[in-house]
Each structure stands twice: as C-alpha cells, then as structure tokens.
C-alpha cells in the first residue's frame, strides 16, 4: 500500500487538476473569462512616471560621518566596557578577544601606545573621525 501523505486528493483527482490547468499554463495569452481578473497594460495616454530617487534621512548625528558613525558602532560592539581608561594594548587585546574585523585591528594598532583613551569617543577622535556634537 502506497503512502499518500498529507494528499487529500488522491493521484486520480490529482490527474484531473491537472488536465484542467494544463491549458492555462500552456497559453501565450489570459485565459479566464471575468476581466476583473486580467492585468491592464498601461495606456498611452497616461504621463510616464519617472524614477525619483528619494534618499532617506539618515541617522548621521551632526559633526560625523557615516564611516564614522559605522567605525564607531564596530568599536562599540567589539570593546569592552570595562577596559576603559585603556590603552592601545588594551584595546587591541579586547577587539581580539571579541574576534573584531582586521580593519578595526591595523586601524587601532596605529594608535600611539602610551596614550589612554577614556571612551570609544576618544578612540575615534584620534583614528581621525569626527565625533557627535553635543547638544546644549
């Protein structure tokens, strides 16, 4: 005995349906006879619409960039909060520690050694990046 799984039809119905459909699937053209359902091509009379491309406001916080604000937020996320003062040793133990991009670690290894840096603020300003200006 055959298994019909979760198949209510059965392989006779099934056939049916087929022989049934086989003929919308074969034509160039609509076939079905309410036009309610048939796709209207646009007509010539109708302006053509033209392609604006509308850019969305971005997120950039004033004084930044947008690869500032991502070199930023790839810090964030790979630092710890609790090394902070930290030195580049530190930093760099961190970005390892939380398997950070290359990028972010040749960028953070140019970073004079003996300076302590008290924030990810801090770390971008001296990778050269602006910083977001604080509101008053």
């Given at each position: 005995?055959?298994?019909?799984?979760?198949?209510?039809?059965?392989f006779?119905?099934?056939?049916?349906?087929?022989?049934?459909?086989?003929?919308?699937?074969?034509a160039?053209?609509?076939?079905?006879?309410?036009?309610?359902?048939?796709?209207e091509?646009?007509g010539?009379?109708?302006?053509?619409?033209?392609?604006?491309?509308?850019?969305?406001?971005?997120?950039?916080p004033?004084?930044?960039?947008?690869?500032?604000v991502?070199?930023r937020?790839?810090?964030?996320?790979?630092?710890?909060?609790?090394?902070y003062p930290?030195?580049?040793?530190?930093?760099l133990?961190?970005?390892?520690?939380?398997?950070?991009?290359d990028?972010?670690?040749?960028?953070?290894?140019?970073?004079?050694?003996?300076e302590?840096?008290?924030?990810?603020?801090?770390?971008v300003?001296a990778?050269?990046?602006?910083?977001?200006?604080?509101?008053?």
């Amino acid at each position: 005995m055959t298994d019909q799984g979760t198949n209510k039809t059965g392989f006779a119905r099934d056939d049916e349906l087929k022989k049934e459909m086989q003929g919308e699937l074969k034509a160039n053209r609509a076939v079905r006879a309410e036009e309610a359902f048939e796709l209207e091509p646009s007509g010539e009379d109708q302006p053509v619409a033209e392609v604006t491309r509308v850019v969305p406001q971005s997120g950039t916080p004033s004084g930044m960039t947008p690869e500032g604000v991502t070199l930023r937020s790839e810090l964030a996320r790979h630092l710890d909060r609790h090394i902070y003062p930290a030195r580049r040793s530190a930093l760099l133990g961190s970005l390892r520690r939380n398997h950070a991009p290359d990028v972010l670690l040749e960028r953070v290894s140019d970073l004079p050694a003996d300076e302590r840096y008290p924030n990810v603020q801090s770390v971008v300003r001296a990778l050269g990046y602006g910083v977001e200006d604080r509101r008053d």
